[in-house]
């Protein structure tokens, strides 16, 4: 594969790796907006968000045997049509509920741009590039916490808060237009695996028994649901604890995420002199550190904006390092049914984001407790599913390119 073409592939999986994120992180600044406008408050405005995930852990499965059976390209058509019809939907919602459904409704459409994806890192590329390739689509991921909040504000503020989803359409359909006439189909389809209820499910257990999958999906799931915390707690932590307005939340949402991009991209040099499960086994125990000293802070009451800030920046570098990593080693042994892996794995990720930002919404205090609770939480337990897993882990997959795991 020559250099340019292995660019031209990162940026179009990476693409769709960021509809979602640019689907959640666009609209955040205009929660005050969308309150007013829809007449209800900004903790029910974020129970849309809540339906966002839960969307995509429940499309991630729905999709994850499609792509097995089908091949990567014809499931993507599907769900980047639904997506954009339930982005166009969205800029004439008149309730709450309206919004809350057709947000689900987007969410399924766009969680098969991201299992795609995942699969298709492990389909083109050989595993032991696995990690600095997901590290690549962290940079451009990287483009919609830098730039979808910044964007979403200045759009809320000029054009009001509905127009944010017809440019998540017009996104959504130019990406399209690149996966039809530029992303080869990376999997022929099989015929031979069934999409009936009792052989999906049998799939789906058989990679989720496989002790490397179930440890660093599940901590990794965990340890992600750490910055779903601060994507649901953000918004009311920066604009309604701090008083700050949605331009300024926009910016500060962008400096964290550089700590975000940033660690995930020195990832790839440590991935030159280290394996992964000895990065992820320096990153967990710092997010835990990091985490009590946020608990600690915000109980105290003696971070402020600032301080808060600094703790939230270094919490996410320790997720941009760790993630990248979790994933390469939660699919690297899985060659064959590498799209029902990158479901399970999506799945358990999106639950855990899920669960997280409806417990964030659940919180009155009008404080940081609740997300630096949390985010300590995921820190830790994470940390105690890697201590637990690892033990019956026998020789971790990493660095053989022809490790299959053929599970149908």
Known sequence: MTSKRYLLLVLILGALTAIAPFSIDMYLPGFPAIAKSLHTTTAEVSLSLSGFFIGISAGQLLYGPLLDRFGRKRPLYIGMVLYVIASIGC??????EQLIVLRFIQAIGSCAATVAAMAMVRDIFPVEDNAKVFALLILILGVSPMLAPTVGG???AAFGWQVIFLI???IAFFVLLAVIFLLPESYQPDPSYSLKPVPIITSFWSVMKHPQFYTYAICGAI???????YLAASPFVFMDVYGISSK???WIFALLSIGFIGSSQFNGILTKRYKSEQIVNVTL?????IGIIFVVGSTGNWLGIYGTIVTVF???CCVGITYPNTAALSLAPFAKNAGTAAALMGALQMAMGTLTSIVVSMFKSRSTIPMAGLMATAAILA?????IGRRNIAKPVEAVADAGVGVH
């Open 383 to 387: 940390l105690l599913v890697l201590l």
């Open 285 to 289: 125990p710092a997010m835990v550190i």
């Open 223 to 229: 340890g992600f649901s750490g910055l779903f915390a």
């Open 314 to 316: 270094a919490f996410l």
């Open 168 to 170: 998540l359409a017009g």
């Open 154 to 156: 200045y759009i809320t």
């Open 248 to 250: 300024v939340y926009g």
């Open 91 to 96: 800029f004439f919602v008149g309730s709450i």
